[in-house]
């Protein structure tokens, strides 16, 4: 495939994209718009977890006395080697997350349990259309909720820019019609000299994409130094603090993008999930030490943060023949950010009884994940509720925003 042919294949209107050669991030830059009337400056980041993350696993219901028979050899318990940090005197976190406890104790971060998309089946390609295009079936549209609702926002609104940052770019910031010009694309593994020979293809027959490609390669070089880009063959626990680390340095910025989507890959844990310790452990450590980085790399500008972690579905509630757990359905989001009104587990906690359990084997979602999200642009980024059930999250009226996510 040539460079041309691979450029045009990644996605339509060619004009419209900003493209930058990293080896793993995707920088997509949206216009600038003004401040706040009230002063904030807010930013918000998506986190999408690409596999299905355990919930139970994460933040274990240890006061249910059917997760442990159900959870066996990888259940967490607050006492042993490796106990599990109590949030509450019915929820326990994950002993790889010391920096979300703190978080969570001060009051800047909060679980909700309990939770999924609208999506019931258990495809990985699937579940993830849904969870980034904010639609309640998959196939329905190549753009996403986050994208949306940056066009809906108004002129003179909070928002500066956005940043789009994975193997590819994340759907949930993916647009049909570009905002004024820029929507996030990603060149798959490219390195500089691909990318400035793209520069020179399109510099006589395309000066608006070669400005763009170039301005994206500056934007790059910002927020990753030699230092801390990924090595090949390197530690994808270590990447994810990277790539947080180079997004808060852009974010923080007083000119940089105020909105970000970033996607790790890797949460799909059939087999040797581990418990207090092994797989899922290492990679919630990577996770955690990501959420600390944005809260260094985005000093003061953390007091207006929102960090919102989801994942496409959860995960069943008993472990399989090879320690570890299939495709289920309800799960947990996570929330980080000095915006947020922390120190709580938001649950409206189903049971793990077997006649309880969704189909018989997955915790039973009570919660719309729509419904955090849309909390979350409520209150966050001020739009209004029609707004988010006709064209952020189409035919999604019924769904109310959960209220008072935060402070």
């Known amino acids: 495939m040539t460079m041309d042919q691979a450029t045009i294949s990644l996605l339509p209107s060619r004009r419209h994209l900003l493209l930058a050669g990293a080896s793993f991030a995707a920088w997509g830059y949206l216009p600038k ?3 706040a009337a009230d002063q904030r400056d807010p930013r918000l980041i998506v986190v999408i977890l690409r596999g299905a993350l355990d919930g139970l696993a994460t933040v274990a219901p240890i006061g249910d006395p059917d997760y442990t028979g159900l959870h066996g050899a990888i259940a967490l318990a607050t006492d042993g080697a490796h106990p599990a940090l109590p949030l509450d005197s019915f929820f326990a976190l994950h002993p790889s997350m010391p920096e979300f406890a703190r978080m969570y104790r001060a009051r800047q971060a909060a679980v909700i349990h309990a939770v999924a998309t609208p999506y019931r089946e258990r495809s990985h390609f699937d ?13 329905r549209v190549q753009s996403g909720w986050l994208n949306r609702a940056l066009e809906i926002l108004p002129r003179g609104s909070r928002v500066a820019g956005a940043l789009a940052v994975g193997p590819t770019a994340p759907l949930v910031l993916r647009g049909g019609a570009p905002i004024v ?3 996030p694309v990603t060149l798959p593994q490219a390195d500089d000299d691909t990318a400035m020979r793209l520069v020179d293809l399109y510099s006589q027959r395309d000066p608006a994409l070669a400005a763009a ?3 994206g390669l500056k934007l790059e070089k910002v927020a990753f130094g030699d230092d801390m880009k990924p090595k090949a063959g390197g530690n994808q626990i270590a990447a994810m603090r990277q790539v947080a ?3 808060a340095k852009l974010m923080a910025a007083d000119e940089g993008p105020r909105v970000a989507a970033l996607a790790f890959d890797g949460w799909d844990t059939h087999a040797n999930e581990g418990g207090a310790v092994g797989r899922l452990a290492q990679l919630l450590s990577g996770l955690d030490g990501a959420l600390a980085e944005f809260e260094n790399g985005f000093g003061p500008r953390w007091r207006d943060t929102v960090v919102v972690v989801a994942t496409e579905f959860g995960r069943t509630a008993r472990i399989n023949g090879t320690q570890g757990t299939d495709h289920g359905t309800g799960t947990i989001a996570l929330l980080a950010g000095g915006a947020v009104k922390g120190g709580r587990v938001i649950a409206d906690w189903p049971t793990l009884k077997m006649a309880s359990l969704y189909q018989g084997r997955d915790l039973a979602p009570t ?3 729509r419904g955090v999200f849309k909390g979350v642009l409520a209150d966050h980024l001020g739009l209004s509720e029609r707004a988010l059930g006709e064209t952020v999250f189409p035919e999604s009226a019924a769904v109310r925003p959960l209220k008072g996510l935060l402070a």
Do not use: K, Y
Request: aromatic share 10%; charged share 20%.
């Open 213 to 215: 490609l170039s301005q």
């Open 127 to 139: 579940g993830q259309d849904v969870l980034e295009s904010g639609f309640a079936g998959p196939g």
């Open 245 to 247: 680390r180079g997004a």
């Open 367 to 369: 919660t719309d994940l």
């Open 181 to 183: 010009g820029w929507a």
């Open 33 to 35: 718009f003004a401040r």
